[in-house]
Every structure is written in structure tokens, then in C-alpha cells.
């Protein structure tokens, strides 16, 4: 049977791999032989399960939204990470990883962030599990999430603003590697999303499939089957909709829909769809889609949301979408921030500006009536607050 899943190599069909300076060689092998050990050890799963269950306040609820099910005419249930401690999905890796590192005997963690939700994540399962947490984010990202910085320090984190490039997400994904090139041994880098050298897209998409599982049976006990005719969810690095699609991934019956960030369009130089745009080539150890120029320079990538403006995207979402098996959608800022409005004020839940690309991407699929359509709400709208007000589509 076809298997969209990741191979023994660590690639996504073309896509992933690990392609790494010397340096890191043994940091990357070493993490390789653990992972899977570790992580399908019984010890792991109690432990994972029940800080998810008592720390985390999992399940997440999977939620009919009556209001927006009427508006386009299907049935739909969005499953709600926002209701996670800290706000988002990013938790569900945070844990998993930071358990993955102490059973490997490293005293000290180091992640990069973007919107701020994986670095207060990380800091806060730091200040959990005692050890030592150092986030590096790009200085235009420390600006426009000042409230996530002072989360993250607040709960013991070193929070270093990095001043190279376009001082955002992938300026921050650089220093950080240059770190964990430094500290070896004791040191270990918690990536945020599905990227990165193998194993960490794989490694991530499993720490986040906990989504996924509980769709399974949440949705068997509403609608009496354990599959939705459609997945929906945004991409930028991917972990939100890794963990969404991967246990209905194989499932042809189920159809996938990627939201990715257009920006201002993607026909301006002021977007970070990489799945439209990108073209193949390396980015932080792994092969993929990147924005690049003819000389295979990176482009630097623009969204209005932080945690989008990534100019890879996951190997496993870049064969999803060169295989045809997801549907990816670019959605604009102005989209974006219309449908974050209108999920506001037909059921009172103000989402993430990541998430509420993927409910742009409503308008544009011609749903039948008795379509079940499960959309993930990776985290809420609290950091986006300002943003939103300076944006309000219904203001003279």
C-alpha cells in the first residue's frame, strides 16, 4: 500500500533528509538511534500521557460550530488547541521533546520562536522539568510579540533577539543551530515545527499526532465514524497540520487542505507560500520547497502572522502537495484577518492569526450539505490582539 509517511532514509518521497555541516553529524545520529526508542518506550508514553491529560487539559474539545456549519452549508467541527495550556498546540511537542532530552541525559535547551508560541512553550516545560531554556528569536518577531517575550521570561528563559537577515523566523532557526554547533554535548535543540534534518519532522509530526488520535474518537462519538470528509489546516513550518492529518495521512477517503500564508498576494514579493512559490533546495538541514532567488539565494518570506513567515515548508507537507494529496490554498492577510472576524462573531472564539488562514480557506471549497469538515484551531488570538484592532475590516 502507497505510504505518504516518512522512510527508513527519513524522506517524504523527494523531500527531507538530512543534510548537515560536520559538526552536527553526531548531535543529528545520536537523536536518530534515541527518538524511536525512546518515544515508543512504556515509560515515555505513561509519563507524555499524563502531563498531556493533567498539565496540558487534554483532549482538546472537538467543537460543532453551529454558527459557521450554517454560513457554508457543511458540518463543521473545529478542534480546539487553543484551548491548551499556553495557548496552542505547540505544548503537545514541547513536552514530548523536553521528556525525549532528559532521558538523553542533556542539562540545557535551546529553540528557536516566530509568533512566540513555541518559545513560551518550551520556557514553560523548562520551568516544569528544571532545566535551563534559552529561545532565540528575530528582533522584528520580539517587537511585534512583546507579550510572549515577557511570558518567557517570566517563566526563566532566556530570550536572545537576533539581529541578522530579516530578523525573524528563519534568522532565529540560523542562530540557534550556530548554538547547538557550540554545545554538543550537553545541549539540545528543541525544533518548534516539522522541519528540520531528519529526524525531527517525523519526530514532531508523532509528538503532535495526539491531535489526530483524539479526532479519531471524538469524532466516532458524534457522528458514529471516525473519519471527516475534509481536514483543514494552516501550514507554515506544519507541526499543527502534521498532527491533524497523521493518522487519516494514508486515508484517500479524507480530503486535506493546507492553508498557507499569501501575504499581500502571491503575485507581489510580499508572501510566504512556499508551496506555490518555492522550488527545491535546502533550508536548516532538510531538501524542500524553499522561496529562493534564480541563484538559489533565500527570498525572505512576508505574512502578517509571526508563525507563518517561514520561507520552507515541512518535507511531508511538500510531498502532500507534489502528490496531490493536499490541496494547498494561499491565503491573504486580508482573508486571514476577516475570517479570524467572522469565527469571532458567529462563535465567540478569537483564533490565532496562524489559524485563521485556514479558516480563509473556507469560501474557497464547495462543500456539499453533508460534509463533516474537521478544522484545526492551532492556538488563540490573545498575541494577535493589536494586530487585529489595527486591521479591522468593519471599521470606517
Known amino acids: ?7 527508513e532514509e527519513g524522506y517524504y518521497g523527494n523531500f527531507g533528509g538530512a543534510y548537515i555541516p560536520e559538526i552536527l553529524h553526531r548531535c543529528v545520529t545520536e537523536l536518530k538511534e534515541a527518538y524511536l526508542k525512546v518515544l515508543e518506550s512504556q ?3 505513561e509519563e507524555f500521557a499524563q502531563l498531556l491529560r493533567d498539565y496540558v487539559g487534554r483532549p482538546s474539545p472537538l467543537y460543532l460550530a453551529k454558527r459557521l456549519s450554517e454560513k457554508y452549508g457543511c458540518k463543521i467541527y473545529l478542534k480546539r488547541e487553543d484551548l491548551n495550556h499556553t495557548g496552542a498546540h505547540k505544548i503537545n511537542n514541547a513536552i514530548g521533546q523536553v521528556l525525549l532530552a532528559k532521558r538523553m541525559g542533556k542539562k540545557r535547551i535551546i ?3 516566530g509568533a512566540g508560541q513555541h518559545g513560551v512553550a518550551t520556557a514553560t516545560v523548562c520551568a516544569l522539568m528544571n532545566m535551563e531554556c534559552v529561545v532565540y528569536m528575530g528582533k522584528t518577531d520580539v517587537e511585534r510579540q512583546h507579550v510572549n517575550v515577557e511570558r518567557m521570561k517570566m517563566l526563566g528563559a532566556k530570550v536572545v533577539a537576533v539581529t541578522s537577515g530579516n530578523m525573524t523566523l528563519k534568522d532565529a532557526t540560523n542562530e540557534a543551530i550556530r548554538d547547538w554547533c557550540c554545545h554538543p554535548a550537553d545541549t539540545y535543540y528543541v525544533i518548534g515545527s516539522t522541519v528540520g534534518p531528519h ?6 509530526a508523532r509528538l503532535q499526532s495526539v491531535i489526530s488520535e483524539e479526532i479519531k474518537k471524538q469524532l466516532q462519538e458524534h457522528e458514529g465514524r471516525d473519519y471527516p470528509d475534509y481536514l483543514m489546516a494552516c ?3 506544519g ?5 491533524t492529518i497523521y493518522h487519516y495521512i494514508d486515508d484517500e477517503r479524507v480530503k486535506i487542505i493546507l492553508a498557507e500564508a499569501g501575504g499581500k ?4 514579493n510580499l508572501s510566504a507560500a512556499t508551496i506555490h512559490l518555492g522550488k527545491l533546495g535546502i533550508i536548516h538541514g532538510s531538501k524542500t520547497l524553499v522561496m529562493q532567488d534564480e541563484d538559489g539565494q533565500i527570498q525572505e518570506p512576508y505574512s502578517i502572522s509571526a508563525g507563518l513567515d517561514y520561507p520552507g515548508i515541512g518535507p511531508m507537507h511538500a510531498n502532500l502537495a507534489h502528490e496531490h494529496r493536499a490541496t494547498v490554498l494561499a ?3 486580508d482573508e486571514a484577518i476577516r475570517a479570524a472576524y467572522e469565527l469571532t462573531l458567529l462563535e465567540g472564539i478569537i483564533p490565532a492569526l496562524e489559524s485563521a488562514h485556514a479558516l480563509g480557506a473556507l469560501p474557497k471549497v464547495a462543500f456539499r450539505p453533508t460534509d463533516i469538515v474537521v478544522l484545526t484551531v492551532s492556538g488563540r488570538g490573545d498575541k494577535d490582539i493589536d494586530t487585529y484592532l489595527s486591521h479591522n475590516p468593519y471599521q470606517d
Request: glycine share 12%; proline share 6%; aromatic share 8%.
Open 1 to 7: 500500500m502507497k505510504t505518504y509517511q516518512v522512510n
Open 43 to 45: 515509560d515515555f508514553q
Open 111 to 113: 529553540a528557536e520562536t
Open 199 to 204: 529526524p525531527y519532522p517525523d519526530m514532531v
Open 235 to 237: 501550514v507554515g513550518g
Open 239 to 243: 507541526s499543527n497540520a502534521a498532527g
Open 265 to 268: 498576494g502571491i503575485d507581489t
Open 331 to 333: 491565503i491573504n492577510d
